[in-house]
Every structure is written in C-alpha cells, then in structure tokens.
C-alpha cells in the first residue's frame, strides 16, 4: 500500500475530487496548509508599499492506495491539478507499513 | 426660526458624528489585527474627550465673544456647560444656537479622531487621551475660532461682533473645514509621529492592512457622514446645500478615479484600498472648496488631489517618518491642495462668489488661500510638538517594546477582537462560574 500526498492549489480541490472519484479512490482527507516553493510567494501592494507574502495558501491532500492503482492515481491528480503556472504543488507516493480500519479492525487492503 | 433649516443641521449633526465611527472602521480594517481595537479606540475616545470639553468651554472658546478683538480666540467662559443657550430665543440665524453648537461639536470630535491614524499600535490609550483634550482646547478650539466664526453686523453693514481673523480679516474660503479640520490634523500627525517615532519594525515590515472589507465600511460612512458635514455647513436647507451635495458627490468620485489612474500606472493594479483611500483624499480636498466651485471645478479639484495624495503617501518612506495610516498624506497634503484650489478653481457662479485664477479672479484669492492654510499648518504643528513632547515627558506616550510586539489590544485593553476557537478559562477570573453555580442553588433565580 501507498500513501500518495499532494500539495495543491485549493481551487483546484474539486477537480481533484471528481478525477480520484472515476479512478475509484474511497476516501482522503483534506488539510489546509501553507508553504512555498522554489518561486517563493507572491508581492501584494498596499498605497503603492509592496509587501512580501512568502507563505502561499494550499491544500495537503492524502490518499492510501492500493500499489497496483498508485500510478494512475498520481497521474489523475496531476492531471486534474495542473494549470501550468508557477506554484500548481506537488505529488509524492510514500511506502506505507500497515493500515487498520478502526470501527471493524479490518486490516490491510480491507481497511481502503 | 426656520424648522426645515433646524432639521437640516440637526441631522446633518447626526450625520456627521456617524463619521467618527466610520473613521474608526477605515483606520481599523488598515492595522494589523492584533493592533484593531486599539485604533476603533482612539477614535471612541475622541467622542468622548472632545464631547465634553466641548460642552464645557469648547463651543464658548470657538464661538464666544473674541478676546480683546483680535479675531484670535472667543471668550470661554461666556457659554462655560452651553446653559445660557437652552431657551427658545437663542437663535443663531434660522436655527436654534445649541443646534450650531451639537453641530459644531461633532467637528471637533472628528478632527482629533482624524490624527490617531498616524500613531497606531505604539501609543498608550490614557496619555493619547490626554492628548486629546489639550489639543482640542490648545489647537482646536482657538483654529475653529479663525476660521468657523464669523462677523456679526447690524442691517447697516457694520460688526457688532468680531469673528476669527482667517474668516473676516484674511477672508480665505474654507466652506467646512479644509484648514481648521484637514490641515490642522494633518500637521498635528506630524508632529505626533516625530515626537512618538517609528513603529518597532518599520519600515521593513510594516505590517499589511487586515481587513479591506473594514476600509470600504468606514470609507462608506465617511462618505455618508461627508455630506452632512459639508452640505449641513450651509446652516439651511438652501440652494447652498445642494451645490454643496453635488460637488461633495462628483469631488469625490473623480478623486478615486484619480488615485486608480495613478496605481495602475505605477503599481500595475487599480486596489481596494486605493479607492477607499481616493474617497477620503477627495472629501478632504472638497470640504473647503465645496461652496465656491461649479460641479465641474469639483471634478478637477476631485481628480488632481486623488492623484496628488495617491503619490503623496510615499512621501513617508522617502523621508523615513512613521505616519502609520497616512494622515499626512491624505489630510495635509489633501487639504493643502482642496484650500490652494479655491484660489484657481473658485468660480462667481458658485454660492461663495469669488471667483478665482483660473475663472477671471486674479491672484487675490489664492495668496489668501496660502496665507490661511500656512497659518494653520504652522500653529497647528508647534503646538502640537511641544503637547505631545509635554504628555512624553510628564506621563510618557509610548507603549514599551515588548507591550508592541504581544500586540497593543491585549496590553492595553485586555481585549483581543478575534476569537478562534472556544478559548479557555482564566483562573485569575474574579467570578468563577462553579461559584455563581453554587450561589444560586437554593435561591428562587
């Protein structure tokens, strides 16, 4: 199993659902965070002073997958995320040792 | 008596103390949120300071018989708690004089608010109370006396009673307070900011605006308030009034045009807070002008200062004084510009019947202009100097260092405006609720 976790823009949360929803993703949990990349923030400017914000608005998406869909799911995401502008996030699989359903104690792929 | 013109007054009395709350929402939305309360604060406390003082020898000091003649200051003792003035026959004009008076009140109350904007998150609520009130009485009053107080003459033309010197002697036009209200606070932040120093941090960080949403708010009830405050100047609900409406609503728009011209040019973006800032810039500018102009005087006065104060305001970082929200560059220099404009835009058509430069007038009313709005700025900022150097040294201005950082609200009014989340009980609470629980057990509550 895979925990597959993605920053992304928030407006782009309700793509993302739809496109995990026709690959058959169950559930996920949603997070909001912020953080900033290589571009770092973005200026604002107040009576013509500009002002530095480093620390972008995102949503940390989180998803457990089985290993056989886990490149279709990173694809979907970066697919439905995608603007093409500076700042779209990022997406990255991890390895993940065990899960338990805590309502049945359902464990492993039975517990997705 | 005229009861349509004591109407007019007296709403526009309302009106124009609905202006200082609204100040306080365009001051407030501007600060960083844990610095909020601290800024609708010291506009409160300017109702409350100036309301009384005003009642007590203010309107007597801006309004009473002049002082040995010299146009200077009026008497203050002579309506000293306004108690002379309740009965039917005291009449200024078509109105009732304590309907002048209540009017008059809630300039003063406005202009004082007006200076706070320049000190946010540093100074300490009781000394800027203090403050306040020597100002009002020291600045203020004498200012209002030059400029709002008139001459009386018998049928024959001759004065019976001598007013300020800038209304009768100088004869400078300043319709509702260009001079006696911007200028004068204006200067006054100045001279506040120099003596208070910079905010912990500034210019580096500055601190962003938290809540534009409260900008447009207060810009819009100034904008409302606005009309009373010019309009109501008339003292009648009168073809005055409405060449007064008309200019304060057209100054006005062309002055936010004019300020989103400017940003767009300069910063890319036209801006939230620049066009509730051009608002205020063109209410500031219109206020003395607005009797003496045509409507479309009033749009050129309107867009000139819209884009005037749109650069003006970074005059702060150019020679490094911390005027936090822009008094300087919004007051002074609009009414600067609303109070030189007079002297070219000024049209014979208008109410005022003065004409102007630049309508066939010459140069007489702009040197009286000058004269007038140097008179101010000059007065208004010695004197302000030496009562925010005197309030430093006898009971100190200036928050401490670590008081700034924790945030003005929490340390000087054991508030904080936002609450996120249930918070949690204090233990220092002097009621605590399983008491109160305990108390009303067994009685019939």
Redo the contacts between chains.
């Keep these: 199993m895979k925990l597959v976790t993605a920053i992304v823009q928030p407006s782009k949360l309700d793509d993302l659902k739809e496109a995990l929803g026709r690959l058959g993703v169950l559930g996920m949990t949603v997070s909001e965070a912020q953080g900033y990349g290589r571009q770092k923030g973005h200026k604002?400017?107040?009576?013509?002073?500009e002002?530095s914000v480093d620390f972008i608005e995102k949503l940390r998406v989180e998803v457990l997958v089985e290993d056989s869909t886990v490149d279709k799911v990173v694809d979907g995401i970066v697919t439905a995320t995608r603007t093409g502008k500076v700042g779209d996030g990022k997406v990255w699989v991890t390895a993940v040792e065990s899960v338990v359903r805590v309502r049945t104690g359902d464990t492993g792929v039975e517990a997705l | 008596m005229n009861s349509g013109d004591t109407a007019w007054v007296l709403v526009s009395a309302a009106l124009v103390l609905l202006m200082t709350p609204g100040l306080a929402f365009f001051y407030g939305g501007m600060v960083r949120s844990r610095g909020v309360l601290n800024m609708l604060m010291m506009s409160l406390g300017s109702i409350g300071v100036v309301g009384v003082l005003w009642v007590l020898f203010g309107y007597s000091a801006a309004f009473g018989t002049d002082i040995g003649s010299l146009g200077l200051l009026g008497n203050p003792a002579e309506f000293f708690g306004l108690s002379q003035v309740l009965g039917e026959d005291a009449v200024s004009g078509t109105i009732p004089t304590l309907a002048f008076a209540g009017f008059q009140a809630m300039f003063a109350i406005l202009t004082v608010a007006l200076i706070s904007g320049a000190i946010a998150d540093r100074a300490r609520f009781g000394p800027w109370l203090l403050f306040a009130g020597l100002w009002a009485t020291l600045v203020y009053f004498p200012v209002a006396h030059w400029v709002f107080a008139f001459d009386t003459k018998d049928e024959a033309g001759n004065v019976t009673a001598v007013g300020g010197w800038i209304a009768n002697r100088l004869a400078a036009i300043d319709f509702a307070g260009g001079t006696a209200v911007h200028i004068n606070a204006g200067a006054a932040a100045l001279a506040l900011v120099l003596v208070l120093g910079k905010r912990k941090g500034w210019?580096k960080e500055?601190g962003?605006?938290h809540n534009l949403p409260f900008v447009v708010l207060g810009a819009g009830l100034l904008w409302f308030g606005w009309f009373g405050f010019n309009s109501g100047s008339a003292l009648a609900a009168n073809a005055t009034a409405a060449v007064v409406l008309v200019n304060t609503l057209v100054a006005t728009s062309a002055a936010m045009l004019g300020w989103l011209l400017i940003?767009r040019i300069?910063?890319?973006?036209a801006?939230t807070?620049?066009a509730a800032?051009g608002i205020v810039a063109g209410l500031v500018a219109i206020t003395p002008a607005c009797s003496s102009v045509t409507p479309l005087g009033a749009i050129a006065i309107g867009a000139i200062t819209g884009a005037v104060c749109?650069l003006a305001?970074?005059l702060k970082?150019r020679f490094g004084y911390d005027d936090s929200l822009?008094v300087v560059g919004v007051h002074l220099v609009g009414g600067l510009m609303g109070t030189l404009l007079v002297g070219l835009f000024a049209s014979a058509a208008a109410p005022a019947g003065v004409a102007g430069l630049f309508y066939g007038g010459g140069l007489d009313q702009l040197w009286r202009q000058a004269v007038g709005a140097a008179a101010v700025l000059v007065y208004s900022f010695v004197l302000s100097l030496v009562i925010a150097l005197v309030v430093k040294l006898v009971v100190g201005f200036r928050l401490s260092e670590q008081d700034e950082v924790e945030g003005i609200d929490e340390t000087e009014h054991a508030e904080t405006a936002y609450h996120f989340g249930d918070g949690r009980p204090s233990y220092r609470s002097p009621v605590r609720t399983d008491e109160v629980e305990r108390r009303l057990e067994g009685s019939n509550a």
Excluded at chain 1, 44 to 49: D, H, K
Excluded at chain 2, 266 to 269: N, S, Y
Aim: glycine letters at 12%; proline letters at 12%.
């Design positions: 604002e400017v107040y009576r013509g002073a002002y | 210019p500055p962003k605006p940003e300069r910063d890319g973006h801006t807070l620049g800032s749109a305001v970074s970082y822009d």
